[in-house]
Structure formats: structure tokens, C-alpha cells
């Protein structure tokens, strides 16, 4: 089997899946089973994928380069010509990746209908984007989401405006949604990992948690580094004298010889890598009669 040969050869074997990966002299166009790529895994240029009844697709970019990369595309399509293709904005992206890439073209192209001469020419290479999602759909059998369907009707700059507005709600709704439900996980991980039932919590957001190890003795932070509780608990004073004294920046202290304290302020302190809420530290310590 060889491996190492012309820019051609790459082509046909990769589509024709003879073998599982072959390229050329220099390495600037290559395959590794399913996906053919220009100088690097950066720039995939097409990948084989089947639907769920098994029928055989490629997936062909829509991105270009330099010259050199626009001429292995040209290459590697008229290799795959007998295999139905699709064209998307990126072939090493997930489906969801994909409509929000589909989306992004679309507004670029509308943007630029409120001074327009021809707008009819920027409705038309809507209409070409969103036949491409709608092949892709029809292939996978996948809805697409109604945001991007409600892009490619877009005829007016209005339209557009319209579409903008009821997209940013939408959005906003779902992000909204989002940010309560992992406030809702996060709530119960919490919970169990204070009572020790698990050792690790995944942080949403960016402060740092306290928990108090009674058998060690020790206050443990979810980034999973301990401290001594005589040591925290003057380390806790320490907090309250600074913030009564007004804070500070860049504050020129240690804490156990091995932690810089960068910030302490009525709001959070800044210690190494955390960030803790004094909200979360005075709870803590109140628990602990401090």
C-alpha cells in the first residue's frame, strides 16, 4: 500500500475510501480516514458521513485560502463526484456548530441590505445559503431551528431588523434558562459535596466554595486545597481587620508562605487561583463560631 503520492492519487484514494490514509510528498494535502485536510488539521476540506439508512455523503467546505488550498478543493471534488455533496461552512463541525455558522453568513449577507442598490442580489445569496442548510437537513433528517429559517426569508432590511429582534429575545430567553438550570445543579453538587459525598464540584461561575473536614481539621476549598483550621481562622480575622481598614489591591501578604493574596475587599478575596465571596466566608465561619 502506498502512502506517500501525488495530490490526485490522495484525492481518488480518499474518496473512494481505499485505504485509510495516504499523502502527498510535502504533506500539504492528506487524509486520515473519513476527513481529507489542506497543510493541517485546521482545514478540513471534506469528511465521508452516512445518514441514519446508511447513504453516503461527503461533506464539502465552503471556506477558502490561498490559492494552492482553493486548487486541493477543486481536486478533491471532482474526485467525489459521484458521491452526493454537500456544502457547509465547516465539515469538522457538530450539526448545532453548523446552523449557527449558516445563521452568522446569512446576517453578514443582510447587513448589507440598508444601502443596497440591488437588494434583490443579497436576497438571492440568502436564498442559495439557506438551500444548502435544507439539503443538509433533508439528508440527516434534522429539523432546522426556526431562527435560522425565519433568516432565510429575509427580503428587506425591516424583515431583517425583525429578525434580529426576535432572535436576540430568543436568545437572551435560552441563556436565561441555561444560567438557571446550572444554578440549579450547581446548588445540589454543592450540597453533596459539602457533605462530603463526593470530593469534586464543578464550579459555574467564577468564586470558589468552602467546606470544613472536621475529621483532618482542615477547611478545604473546591479547587480541593486544604488548609489548617487555626490557620484559616486567623487568616479569616485577618479578612475582617483589612476590610475594615478599606481593602486592598495588590496586597503585599502570604498566606502559609505559599499563597499570594492579590484582593480583599467587602465583596471577595483573591487568594493564588480563587476568588471566594466574603458572603461565603462569614456563612462558613458563623457555622464554625468564629
Not at 140 to 155: M, S, V
Not at 219 to 243: G, W
Amino acid at each position: 500500500m502506498k502512502t506517500v503520492v501525488d495530490k490526485h492519487t490522495v484525492a481518488h484514494l480518499w474518496a473512494n475510501q481505499e485505504q485509510d490514509h495516504a499523502r502527498t510528498p510535502t504533506g500539504n494535502l492528506y487524509f486520515n480516514a473519513r476527513g481529507i485536510f489542506s497543510y493541517g488539521s485546521h482545514f478540513m476540506i471534506a469528511r465521508h458521513v452516512e445518514n441514519a439508512e446508511g447513504v453516503r455523503a461527503i461533506l464539502m467546505t465552503k471556506r477558502t485560502y490561498s490559492n494552492t488550498t482553493n486548487g486541493q478543493i477543486n481536486i478533491v471534488k471532482s474526485a467525489a463526484r459521484h458521491i452526493k455533496q454537500l456544502l457547509v461552512p465547516d465539515p469538522d463541525e457538530s450539526r448545532a456548530d453548523l446552523f449557527e455558522k449558516w445563521y452568522t453568513e446569512i446576517r453578514h449577507i443582510a447587513d448589507k441590505l440598508a444601502n443596497a442598490r440591488k437588494p434583490e442580489k443579497y436576497v438571492f445569496l440568502i436564498e442559495q445559503v439557506i438551500h444548502e442548510v435544507k439539503a443538509y437537513a433533508a439528508f440527516f433528517t434534522c429539523e432546522i431551528p426556526e431562527y435560522l429559517l425565519a433568516a432565510g426569508e429575509i427580503k428587506d432590511n425591516a424583515q431583517y431588523t425583525e429578525v434580529l429582534k426576535k432572535e436576540a429575545e430568543r436568545r437572551r430567553l435560552q441563556e436565561e434558562k441555561e444560567h438557571q438550570e446550572r444554578l440549579r445543579l450547581l446548588k445540589i453538587r454543592l450540597k453533596e459535596w459539602r457533605a462530603f459525598k463526593i470530593n469534586t464540584i464543578k464550579i459555574y461561575g467564577s468564586y470558589d466554595f468552602l467546606r470544613f473536614n472536621k475529621t483532618a481539621n482542615r477547611v478545604e476549598t473546591s479547587q480541593r486545597v486544604e488548609i489548617p483550621a487555626e490557620i484559616a481562622k486567623n487568616f479569616y480575622n485577618l479578612i475582617l481587620e483589612t476590610i475594615a481598614k478599606g481593602g486592598c489591591d495588590h496586597c503585599n501578604m502570604m498566606l502559609m508562605e505559599r499563597y499570594q493574596v492579590t484582593e480583599i475587599n467587602k465583596h471577595h478575596i483573591k487568594v493564588g487561583c480563587h476568588k471566594i465571596s466574603i458572603k461565603e466566608i462569614k456563612s462558613f465561619s458563623k457555622k464554625l463560631g468564629w
